[in-house]
């Protein structure tokens, strides 16, 4: 057990050794987590614009090179079964628009809430089942509106586990103004230029974060229009793997 009395009683050499420790240990315990074996639910479907199925593919690719136990769902049939969903580990959705219904929203939450991950990027998290005010409340966002279509702009990293050794990047994709929790821990920015509407130029707004919702963690990135982009832009792909991993039941 930490003794702050003890610790504060080392000479300060002894203290400086003990920081260089954790923080060399530290990147290597955050990147020892692992989805091998992991039980992992992607389930895709809703607006056909943002190729939910190509995420999919490519999600699953990832996830078979990674050894994890994976189940597929193309409609949210399986929201309706909660003692289905609470077995698994992590949900990766990828379901634009579309409709949950009351059951299925409150399975799913619950399920969130006792522990499952959840994650996804652009509308196939953060653009779902726009009535439904407790998923948008569990995932921490909602879009609002992508100014001026696809445009490159600025990705900026901050300092977190998931982005070491990334970098910052530039990226042709949809440029994503969105609601969201002040609550979320943000792991990556954008800033708009107001080139399509002045009254927004150099707002500062999330482009990824992570939080915590019950037992249950959340990763959203919101890039990813063309799930190419992944492929592309590889500190792209790197930060949402990262993502999925972390949000994992542990």
Known sequence: MYNQKLFHNLNSTMRKKIYLLI??????????????????????????????????????KWLESKNAEIHISNDLDIYDEYETLVKFDLIIQ??????????????LTKAVRSGVGIAGAHGGLGDSFRNST????????????????????????????????????????EQYYMHYDPNIDIIATTKFDGKTYPWIEDVLMPVAWKKH??????FYISIGHDPNEFVQYQDAWKLLTRGFIWSTRD
């Open 134 to 173: 407790p998923y948008q409340f569990m995932i921490g966002g909602q879009w609002v509106e992508h100014p001026g279509g696809k445009v490159k702009f600025e990705v900026n990293l901050r300092d977190d586990d998931l982005t070491q050794n990334l970098n910052d990047f530039e990226i042709l994709s």
């Open 213 to 218: 919702y019950g037992k249950g963690k959340v």
């Open 23 to 60: 923080f060399l240990v530290l990147p290597f315990v955050l990147n020892s987590q692992s989805i091998e074996n992991k039980k992992v639910l992607v389930v895709w479907g809703g607006w056909d614009g943002h190729q939910p199925k190509l995420f999919a593919d490519l999600v699953v």
């Open 94 to 107: 990828s379901v634009t628009m579309g409709e949950i219904t009351g059951n299925q929203v409150k399975n």
